[in-house]
């Protein structure tokens, strides 16, 4: 291994440091004192000159063997980031111009006892400028990122991650680094470079298969033979299989049948089941001697993108089937958790993936403009029953250009679109090739861009759906099956009757159900929030604690954002008037994070209610992944998780919508309609519990238990239909103003919904709303702590604040309509009853002045 302590250098050699691989040139600045921290104020436009700079990496290493005795020796980088000359021994090996690419270079003639290795880096930013000059043949737009994100241009003219150059949620810092694992291979005869299983369900055999695909570099001449054992013990299941390896690199497929008087557990989504995995060895001994073994973890699962005819409705159907089951996919949208990649360790992604799971979330959708995460992030959520829908990793909102360095396939331009495209098939992890198929594309034909193009979608969309155990679609937004026979390219991607839609409306009211569009399936959508105090006041200073400051305006970088989050609140919500401008930022920031949650409540529920109903021709909604789910800085975001893990009030609200079980309320032309809504397996018999208050009394103005009320698995029912004039009467003393509407469902053996509650009127006209005493006393009990809140009087939307301490809540952001509430706090590392006390801000929405 290489990793370790490098020698890093800039341009002219003004600044020379120690630098940690894997690492890049801001964290080893940073580490070193060079820099403060990259996030704090305004950095990320003060250290743009790190970016513009050349930096080299260097350093000499001794061969810990005789170089003699092997006949291939390889220098292998998992990542380059991104553009550079590798050389060993002052011999230029090669160059990098992708970052998601595994570089191996031969250094078998060039390696000594001692070496000396470099890699020299060239700025990111003027790559791509350079690149963009060159091209004159048509327009790449956009050329340059909205003036509100301070970015950089032309990131569509590199293979990088494309927010590093900016985005609307993210800063621009464009790096150059090691960022991944590097070594020396030394190996005779044969060498294992990847490993891949895959496992499917054969219907005509009623049998589960697993194909195993290895890559290998032969070394020798002639070709070697050997013998593959497959062992999955707890399946008594051995298979051996003959193989031959030929000369070069090549691969071998093999496809083990899982004996039939085994039981398989199926792996299931958080959820629905267990995600149950069979530990499994590999074994290749081959006529040279040398053996491998490859130890793995095998699960077994089916996916099916069902799109069929719906009774009484244009279009088709668009939901996944998973073991056979149709499942509603619950969740959100993942970015990168770092502008560092070297900072997002498997103690971050576990934090953030436990805490999607925890919110009831059984899928997440990898966006496209961020970067091929790392092994252990699908390990954690095979664990924790996370499936991922998994965007290639292109840039979203723009057109790419090829790389004109990227050697010349037969046929095609090195600088054509399809050219560009097959260094992204190429160098996706999830879909290895081996380099006899990068280099025989066998596209001869090319002459013309439209004929690119055409190719382009026969590649793109025609060969990479050939995977036996996974649905493929071109694009998201689409309309599935309708874009295949419209070309691939659809006339209308939002239309409601297929596939997937995305949806962004901050000039509607959020609390207004009818603006969202009844969709198949909504795989985007969402509204910003800013994180909390704490978390802001690592990366500012006093004078920055403002709504309206330089910084508030430098950090936002979504086009009149803070003035939409201000609109949006003022819908509903009395805006802070009090003369104290620390206590009106932060007031401010609590109303974002209660406006954020309940707009994305209010429009989750609605696609919720929406799966067992067509109205109009529109509905059968199958999946909510609201945007987004995870921060990549300390900054106003649509994230429900901020930079660091802490949970915005949305995640909160996310645990409840997300619920299993959930009785969801929407009022239409004057009638109210409770709907509940099971993600079960089986049918419940349940007691739907409605209780009114009055804003004025934590006495209940009346209740209703209905018995007997049949949720069916799986599906979205009507339970309760009533008008409210006629809820009103039966109500005395109460008016839409002066009243609020909770309710709940209850079952046998414990079995109860999370208490949900429909508003009569907006909060700002509430009548009888009193100023609360709220306060809690903390006490610990075994691994957790237990708050007890009390208050005096009815508080909507009470938040437990405790800084920096890091953990979560069972709840919080909850309507208290009860004197006593118990609220649990899971710490995620060590704390006390009086670092907890101390730290504890109480506020609910009458807190606001």
Request: with cysteine; net charge neutral.
């Amino acid at each position: 291994s290489l990793r370790g302590s490098w020698r890093l250098g800039n341009g002219n050699g003004s600044v020379v440091l120690r630098g940690e691989v894997p690492g890049c040139v801001h964290t080893a600045l940073h580490r070193q004192g060079v820099i403060q921290d990259p996030y704090y104020r305004f950095n990320d436009v003060m250290y743009r000159w790190i970016s513009l700079d050349n930096w080299t990496y260097s350093r000499t290493f001794k061969t810990p063997f005789d170089v003699r005795k092997w006949q291939k020796v390889n220098l292998v980088f998992e990542g380059v980031d991104t553009v550079a000359q590798i050389l060993i021994n002052n011999i230029t090996l090669g160059r990098t111009d992708n970052m998601f690419n595994r570089y191996s270079f031969d250094i078998t003639s060039a390696i000594k006892e001692v070496n000396f290795v470099e890699v020299r880096f060239i700025s990111a930013i003027s790559y791509a400028a350079e690149q963009s000059r060159c091209h004159k043949a048509y327009s790449i737009p956009p050329a340059c990122p909205p003036p509100v994100q301070k970015g950089e241009c032309h990131a569509n003219f590199i293979r990088k991650e494309q927010c590093s150059f900016s985005w609307d949620w993210g800063p621009s810092f464009p790096t150059q680094g090691i960022w991944k694992d590097v070594r020396i291979e030394a190996y005779n005869h044969y060498h294992l470079i990847y490993f891949s299983l895959t496992s499917f369900f054969v219907k005509s055999a009623q049998q589960w298969s697993l194909e195993i695909e290895s890559v290998f570099d032969v070394v020798s001449s002639e070709p070697i033979a050997g013998l593959v054992t497959v062992n999955i013990p707890k399946l008594q299941t051995q298979q051996t299989f003959s193989v031959k390896l030929q000369p070069g690199e090549g691969s071998i497929v093999l496809l083990v049948n899982i004996n039939k008087s085994s039981t398989v557990e199926a792996w299931w989504p958080n959820g629905h089941g267990k995600q149950t995995g069979y530990n499994m060895t590999t074994t290749f001994i081959m006529e040279a001697g040398h053996q491998i073994e490859k130890f793995s973890k095998a699960y077994f699962r089916t996916v099916e993108l069902v799109q069929e005819p719906i009774p009484g409705s244009p279009g088709l159907s668009f939901y996944f089937n998973i073991n056979g089951r149709p499942i509603f996919i619950k969740g959100s949208n993942w970015i990168p958790a770092d502008s560092f990649q070297d900072r997002v360790t498997y103690d971050t992604l576990w934090l953030l993936l436990k805490s999607a799971a925890d919110a009831n979330m059984n899928a997440l959708r990898v966006w496209g403009g961020g970067v091929y995460e790392q092994d252990e992030f699908y390990d954690i959520c095979d664990e924790l029953g996370i499936m991922i829908v998994f965007s290639l990793v292109t840039k979203a909102k723009s057109l790419f250009l090829a790389d004109p360095h990227l050697p010349s396939q037969p046929g095609i331009s090195p600088s054509s679109p399809l050219c560009f495209l097959l260094t992204v098939i190429f160098s996706s992890p999830l879909l290895h090739f081996p380099k006899s198929e990068q280099q025989d594309c066998g596209f001869k034909f090319l002459s013309s861009i439209s004929f690119q193009i055409k190719t382009l979608i026969f590649i793109y969309c025609t060969s990479l759906p050939e995977d036996r155990s996974r649905p493929f679609i071109a694009s998201s937004p689409t309309n599935g099956l309708e874009s295949v026979k419209e070309g691939w390219v659809s006339q209308n991607p939002y239309d409601t009757h297929y596939g997937d839609t995305h949806f962004y409306d901050y000039s509607s009211d959020c609390w207004n159900w009818t603006v969202y569009p009844k969709t198949r399936f909504a795989s985007e959508y969402g509204f910003q929030s800013w994180p909390s105090f704490s978390t802001i006041k690592k990366v500012s200073s006093t004078e920055d604690w403002s709504y309206t400051s330089n910084f508030s305006l430098h950090r936002q970088h979504h086009e009149n954002g803070n003035d939409q989050m201000f609109q949006q609140i003022g819908h509903h919500f009395k805006l802070p008037q009090t003369t104290d401008p620390i206590k009106k930022f932060k007031d401010m920031i609590y109303l974002t994070q209660v406006m954020q949650a309940h707009c994305i409540k209010t429009e989750t529920e609605f696609y919720r209610f929406s799966q067992s109903e067509i109205i109009k021709g529109e509905g059968h909604t199958m999946g909510a992944l609201y945007w987004q789910l995870n921060d990549i800085w300390q900054a106003p975001s649509w994230a429900s998780l901020e930079y660091g893990g802490k949970w915005k009030l949305l995640h909160y609200f996310a645990q409840n919508f997300f619920a299993p079980l959930l009785p969801v309320a929407y009022e239409d032309k004057g009638v109210l309609y409770i709907y509940g809504v099971s993600d079960f397996h089986v049918d419940h018999k349940l007691t739907l519990r409605v209780v009114v208050y009055a804003w004025s009394s934590l006495e209940p103005v009346c209740t209703l238990a209905k018995d007997g009320v049949t949720v069916k698995a799986q599906s979205a029912v009507p339970i309760h239909k009533e008008s409210i004039n006629d809820l009103l009467e039966r109500c005395r003393n109460c008016t839409r103003k002066s009243c609020v509407i909770t309710f709940c469902l209850v079952g046998e053996g414990g079995l109860q919904s999370p208490t949900n509650h429909h508003f009569l009127s907006s909060l700002k006209d509430a009548v009888g709303l009193q100023k609360s005493q709220l306060s809690a006393s903390v006490s610990q009990q075994d691994d957790v702590y237990i708050f007890a809140l009390q208050t005096t009087a009815i508080a909507p939307f009470v938040s437990l604040d405790v800084g920096s301490i890091k953990g979560r809540f069972s709840d919080n952001g909850f309507l208290m309509t009860e004197k006593k509430k118990l609220v649990v706090f899971y710490p995620w590392e060590p704390t006390s009853v009086e670092e907890l006390e101390k730290s504890l801000t109480l506020t609910s929405l009458v807190d606001v002045v």
